[in-house]
């Protein structure tokens, strides 16, 4: 008896529409976030994260009103985030329907932000998004969807983010994210032995032995992707059943 | 049937309520004194923080209606935070009282395994349990939290175990609370709050 690995589908959007790795088959509205939250909700996804990548203002409105179409299929938790600045957002968030929210830019510039979130909500609900990158011997963290340079070390980030009030760390890595070729799993581990709270490793996903080798030598506790699911490259019980065979526990779904 | 939740400004109350409605079972939610009085069957669900929690119910001028329906017989369900308000103290909120239906404290676990203790764990079923009936027994729910009863006496029905062996699933009389979340938990999820409005049904078929 422990505690399962997650794997957990993650739905970018512009707000309203998945715009991420939508060759989706089998789906009327392939671009719909509440019909793919319909679907991995019966696959068995353990958990689904839904973010904002625009992160517009103007468009808040419409992602709040994505989260709560997405809720309303969901017999499992959900994430969601994209442009939190301030406690408000974060509100807005989970009175939407979301379970947890992500925040990336603004607490790397107001750290305090996340002990402001974990005082509100509670450290479960606050996870802390880093897109970090591989320079010289080690990460920095990158924000503004990965376009700006921060010169601040992953690593270190992530220590003092939890030391704020962050309940979880999802870590993507840039050098790995749409390539296809495996997670980051160095990465991934110092990461995850920097820190004592849980770990999400997202950015590289491919085949089934991609997902083993970020549990085993990533010491990943959970594992996002978004297109590998969306394109049906993997079902989700497959995947399941190939990581419960090789000894990482999973929850098993008919 | 009339279930209530009760509304204290906890983030999980419309999940909850999709969850019973997806069962076929309507709710209605309940923040005035008045409100719970008119009730077959209560729900407290619950995240956040033990005193907020408790300080919200104060501000309602619930905890008595509570503590009264319980003694009425009325059959009560806690969810996560909600089975921790259940108990005298908690320490996340040193000095807070809570509902007292139980005289245990709500302990921080410590720091053996990663916490927040969040994601989907199995159950170590310790007596009968109502909730878990017709539930697989290698059943994983899902959790996400901090702060856990480590003993409820009798009233402790199953187990988890994460960074310490604490109550998932409690079960005393016309009382049941889970420290896992059963809207969030899939169909075992369902499985639970189906057994808990079965259980609701019962005891009002009883008064009958």
Redo the contacts between chains.
């Keep these: ?4 690995h ?1 794997i957990i589908p993650c739905l970018d959007t512009d707000g309203e529409r998945v715009v991420k790795g939508v060759n989706f088959v089998n789906l009327r509205d392939a671009g719909d976030p509440a019909a793919l939250a319909a679907r991995y ?1 019966i696959e068995g996804a ?2 689904l994260v839904v973010l904002d990548i625009a992160a517009s203002r103007d468009h808040r409105p419409t992602f709040l009103e994505t989260i709560r179409r997405v ?2 299929e ?4 959900l994430t969601a985030g994209g442009g939190v600045a301030n406690v408000d957002d974060g509100r807005a968030i ?2 939407a ?1 979301a ?2 929210l992500t925040v990336n830019t603004a607490a790397i510039r107001h750290p305090e932000l996340l002990t402001a979130l974990a005082a509100e ?5 606050v996870v802390l998004a880093i897109d970090a990158k591989r320079v010289g011997d080690h990460w920095e963290a990158f924000v503004r969807g990965g376009s700006v340079a921060t010169g601040i070390d992953a690593v270190e980030w992530a220590r003092k983010g939890v030391a704020c009030g962050a ?2 760390i999802l870590i993507t890595s840039m050098d790995k994210d749409g390539t296809r070729s495996g997670f980051d799993c160095p990465l991934t581990a110092a990461i995850s032995r920097a820190v ?3 770990v999400i490793a997202s950015g590289g996903a491919d085949t089934p032995e991609t997902f083993l080798e970020v549990f085993k030598e990533g010491r990943a ?2 594992a996002l992707a978004a297109s590998i699911f969306h394109d049906s490259i993997h079902g989700l019980g497959d995947l399941k059943r190939y990581l419960g065979e090789h000894g990482v526990s999973v ?1 098993q ?1 008919s | 049937m009339n279930i209530a939740l009760i509304e204290y400004g906890a983030g999980n109350l419309p999940s909850v309520e999709r969850a019973l409605a997806r069962l076929g079972v309507a709710s209605q939610r309940a923040s005035t004194p008045e409100g719970l009085e008119s009730c077959d069957a209560l729900i407290l669900p619950g995240v956040g923080h033990f005193g907020a929690l408790m300080r919200s119910l104060a501000e309602r001028k619930l905890i008595d209606p509570i503590r009264n329906a319980v003694s009425r017989g009325v059959p009560l369900m806690g969810i996560c935070l909600g089975l921790q308000a259940m108990f005298a103290t908690s320490d996340e909120a040193p000095g807070d009282v809570g509902l007292n239906l139980f005289p245990q404290n709500v302990s921080a676990l410590p720091p053996t395994d990663r916490l927040p203790h969040m994601g989907w764990n199995q159950l170590r079923r310790v007596r009968p349990s109502r909730l878990l009936e017709g539930v697989p027994q290698d059943a994983y729910f899902y959790f996400a939290h901090s702060y856990a009863a480590l003993d409820a006496g009798e009233a402790a029905v199953a187990l988890c175990d994460h960074s310490a062996s604490f109550v998932a699933v409690l079960e005393k009389g016309n009382v049941f609370a889970t420290q896992f979340h059963p809207e969030k938990s899939g169909p075992v999820g369902a499985a639970v709050l189906s057994n808990f409005v079965k259980q609701a049904s019962k005891s009002q078929d009883g008064k009958q």
């Design positions: 008896m422990s505690l399962a997650r909700n353990d958990e809720a309303a969901l017999a499992i938790p989970l009175r329907g379970d947890k909500f509670g450290s479960q609900a309940g979880e004592t709270v849980p506790d959970a929850r779904t």
